[in-house]
């Protein structure tokens, strides 16, 4: 959905401001280098292969917007902004420098070896009338819920369970709606949902993985010594 097509404009959110503590190494995650190169230039370079993304915004810890804008591809519409406290806050600061989007994507640093497929898919979703669009995929292990004392309260049936992915897709105005409810929420969907939209998921990927603990680091290094060659979406 590139300007060539069209009067729409594809405004891609990489929120890049964590600290990952999870992961625990020196540097905020997205800073964290994958292959030898670090995962927040790993997940811009695959929306830039998606072909579909007119500008990225990238949402990077305040003391490191310098470094960020000094590594921003050359040729291709970006910026960064400031993040905040909450991811939530990062993409509220994101969405704020992106006035022209009539859709926006919101994609973590973290999932950097999302394949540029999926996020064309994505789009494409958009593209056919649908106004919020999600990736998932089933889940694996059997989810239960439970109260205070660990006792369990329930088991969902895990057919009708999904785990939710980047990049998710919105109409601009729908997630703007979305993010002045100021409500707290796990993802910009449940933001979007809380408005009574709805919001469609489309088989995610599995490479689209977060990269969250130190195993997830060594499977994506595992990984990426295994692909030479990224793939794109001509
Ligand atoms: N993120 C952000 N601003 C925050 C918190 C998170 O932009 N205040 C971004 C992260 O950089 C990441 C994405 O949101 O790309 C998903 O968050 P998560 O995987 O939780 O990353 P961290 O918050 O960095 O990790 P942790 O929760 O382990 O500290
Ligand atoms: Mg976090």
New binding site residues.
Partial sequence: MNAAHDASRVVAL??????????GEAM???FVPIGGSP??TL?VDGLIASGVVDRIVI???AELVRHAESALPAGFPADVVA?????????RAGLAAAPEATHVLVH????ALTPPSLIARVVAELRAGYPAVVPGVPVADTIKSVDSRQTVTGTPDRAGLRAIQTPQGFEAQLLREAYALDVPATDDAGLVERLGARVRVIPGDTMAF???TPLDLRLANALLADRPVPDAVS
Avoid: H, Q, W, Y
């Fill in positions: 990489v929120p890049a401001a964590g600290r990952g503590v999870r992961l905020p995650k997205a995962m927040l997940a949402i990077a810890p993040g905040g406290a909450e991811r939530i806050d990062s993409v973590d640093a973290a999932r977060k990269i969250t």
